[in-house]
């Protein structure tokens, strides 16, 4: 299970908000399933209204600054501004190229953000619920 510090997860959310009505994406690196660094990337995508696409080169600055810290991905974010209660779609799903991270997902439809967690694989084109927490920022 993975786990989040509250003011990592009120990041991913203010990422959110801040690219609607286009959808936001980035990395998590941690150790042990427990997130340390949020990593924000730019979305290139050619319809980022629909879908993302991290910037390359923000893409191996995250990779380069997790080995110099020593910590894995351990999940990717993006977001689904117009849902209230997100979850993978058919794109999401063609393109999880890392089967190992669990996929985050942030739904604006509501009044607040709502964050979902997958475990997506490509290979079998499916996806599952996957289970995540958010502690305080003085626990862990």
Not at 31 to 37: E, H, I, V
Not at 98 to 119: D, H, K, N, Q, T
Request: with cysteine; net charge negative.
């Amino acid at each position: 299970m993975i786990s989040l510090h509250r003011s990592q997860a009120e990041e991913i959310h203010a990422h959110a908000l801040e690219a609607d009505p286009r959808e936001c994406c980035g990395l998590i690196g941690g150790c042990d399933w427990r997130a340390q660094t949020i990593y924000r990337m730019r979305n290139v995508a050619s319809a980022p209204l629909v879908t993302y696409e991290a910037a390359p080169e923000d893409l191996f600055a995250a990779q380069r600054a997790m080995r110099a810290r020593g910590e894995e991905l351990i999940a990717i974010y993006h977001s689904h501004p117009r849902s209230k209660d997100p979850q993978p779609s058919d794109t999401d799903v063609r393109l999880a190229y890392y089967p190992s991270a669990v996929y985050l997902i942030v739904g604006l439809g509501r009044e607040e953000p709502c964050m979902r967690a997958f475990r997506i694989s490509e290979r079998a084109g499916s996806w599952e619920a996957a289970e995540f927490e958010i502690v305080a920022d003085s626990d862990q």
